[in-house]
């Protein structure tokens, strides 16, 4: 069974950082292609991706506002995806959600189909 485990989401001032982590189970990220993304939701919007990458080459795609202060990484011996949130504002609060898929195309590009197992959530609330 493929399970998703976000944490390190928080309380954090306009400015600051935080380091999120996505935990994935039931899969081996050494064995085969698959792609991470993060995501997220805001009370009253739709979810909308913000960065992904793939298990095999490392390859990542990142949504244009997301370009500069968010960053992925992984680390396949730990099966964990990372999310480095810098300069955080307000309008970056939300349920931060992590997800698994395989896309024919190695990547996705965030397409929401793509992903057939999702995480809980982290909650980040960003205080001005």
């Known amino acids: 069974e493929v399970q998703l485990a976000e944490s390190g989401g928080g309380l954090v001032q306009a400015g600051g950082s935080l380091r999120l982590s996505c935990v994935v189970s039931?899969?081996?990220?050494?064995?085969?292609?698959?792609?991470i993304g993060w995501f997220r939701q805001a009370p009253g919007k739709e979810r909308e991706g913000i960065a992904c990458?793939?298990?095999?080459?490392?390859?990542?795609y990142y949504k244009d506002y997301a370009k500069g202060r968010f960053t992925i990484s992984i680390d396949n011996a730990k099966n964990t995806v990372y999310l480095q949130a810098d300069s955080l504002r307000p309008e970056d609060t939300a349920v931060y959600y992590c997800?698994?898929?395989?896309?024919?195309?190695?990547?996705?590009?965030?397409?929401?189909?793509?992903?057939?197992?999702w995480g809980q959530g982290t909650q980040v609330t960003v205080s001005s």
């Open positions: 997800a698994v898929g395989t896309p024919a195309d190695g990547l996705g590009y965030l397409r929401l189909s793509e992903y057939d197992f």
């Open positions: 039931g899969v081996t990220f050494e064995y085969e292609r698959y792609v």
């Open positions: 990458i793939n298990t095999r080459e490392h390859m990542t």
